[in-house]
């Protein structure tokens, strides 16, 4: 959906960030940085944009109004004008900082950065990219001297793995701006402080999301919402819901409901599951989108319909269940299935 293809680094300041368990306090910079040579400006370009590969996107929120959101007014600034920069930068990097409860939350560098030219549904924006580095990493240094070599080695930071970072992207402001987010390191719950108590951000209900959130629901239904289901029945419900999000191009619920699901039973147990999941999951789902072509592709990892017989067989079931039937045999004392096919490839 974003596209960096001529997008280029403007201003950048880095203040570093200390443990506030420890409190080691902020280490503020007074200017932006003077890059030496497009050389590193192309390196840090790549390390702050190619993390961003994900079509989730997500808005700022706030319970009673979106401007007391500390980063969304601050970013703000900052679009309204760029020479805020280096103050506006310093205030994000304290509401930051005073977010860092856990013991576990490292300290590191912080970026504020400018982003030019970034290329969102055919129309350009500029973005400000809010970065976090905080894992170091050991490089050797292999250097030539006097025809011999001599090796040597510095800490730095790998560019190919970035640690934290947002991307804003100066659009749809009253909906609390567009933004990308990444985090890679410290899934656990202590680290969500980036997202959920720095940022503070939720969901954009666009197709993606209904489509992702659609999928997931399925599958979760198949897999653990419909009690006494035999394994090729769920093998079928998976094939048939993965068929349905590939071969059509919108979502319509009571649709799906008939061509999918079919037994009554069945469906009304799906709608009873789908009001449960959306209460769990505090979301809600649209009963009709246009479905997301990215978001079905990355979940046909998750729909492999794969019916596991103990450590002798895998057997894979790409159609519909009345190709295979299940018994059980009393001379043999064990459990079989019957495969019917027309062509042995």
């Known amino acids: 959906m974003v596209n960096f293809t001529n997008t280029s680094l403007g201003d950048l300041i880095v203040h570093k960030l200390g443990n506030k368990v420890e409190d080691e306090g902020i280490k503020y910079s007074n200017n932006v940085l003077n890059l030496q040579g497009d050389i590193i400006e192309k390196l840090l370009l790549k390390f702050f944009i190619s993390p961003f590969k994900s079509e989730n996107l997500y808005h700022f929120f706030h319970e009673t109004d979106i401007k007391l959101n500390e980063v969304f007014y601050y970013v703000s600034e900052i679009f309204e004008n760029n020479e805020n920069l280096i103050e506006q930068s310093r205030n994000i990097a304290k509401h930051l900082y005073e977010q860092s409860n856990h013991p576990k939350i490292r300290s590191g560098e912080f970026y504020t950065v400018i982003l030019k030219d970034c290329v969102i549904e055919d129309e350009i924006f500029d973005a400000v990219g809010l970065f976090k580095t905080e894992k170091k990493e050991i490089f050797l240094q292999v250097k030539e001297q006097d025809e011999n070599y001599h090796i040597n080695y510095q800490d730095g930071i790998n560019i190919n793995k970035l640690d934290k970072g947002c991307l804003i992207f100066n659009t749809e402001k009253q909906n609390g701006y567009l933004v990308s987010l990444v985090d890679n390191i410290n899934k656990s719950k202590e680290a969500q402080y980036w997202k959920d108590d720095f940022m503070k951000i939720k969901p954009r209900e666009d197709d993606y999301y209904h489509t992702q ?133």
Do not use: W
């Not at 649709?255 to 599951?273: D, H, L, R, S, T």
């Not at 505090?282 to 989108?289: G, P």
């Not at 103990?310 to 043999?332: C, L, Q, S």
């Open 213 to 345: 959130n659609y999928l997931d629901l399925c599958k979760t239904f198949v897999d653990k919402g419909v009690e006494n289901i035999e394994k090729e029945e769920q093998a079928s419900l998976r094939n048939e819901t993965m068929k349905y999000f590939s071969e059509k191009d919108t979502f319509d619920l009571e649709e799906f409901e008939q061509e999918v699901i079919e037994q009554p039973e069945m469906v009304e147990a799906f709608k009873e599951y789908k009001e449960n999941y959306e209460e769990e999951k505090d979301v809600q789902i649209a009963d009709s989108f246009d479905i997301a072509d990215d978001a079905v592709k990355k979940a046909k990892r998750k729909f492999k319909s794969v019916i596991k017989l103990d450590k002798n067989f895998h057997i894979y079931i790409h159609g519909k269940k009345e190709f295979i039937n299940k018994g059980f045999d009393e001379e043999k004392n064990k459990n079989f299935y019957q495969l019917y096919f027309d062509e042995e490839k």
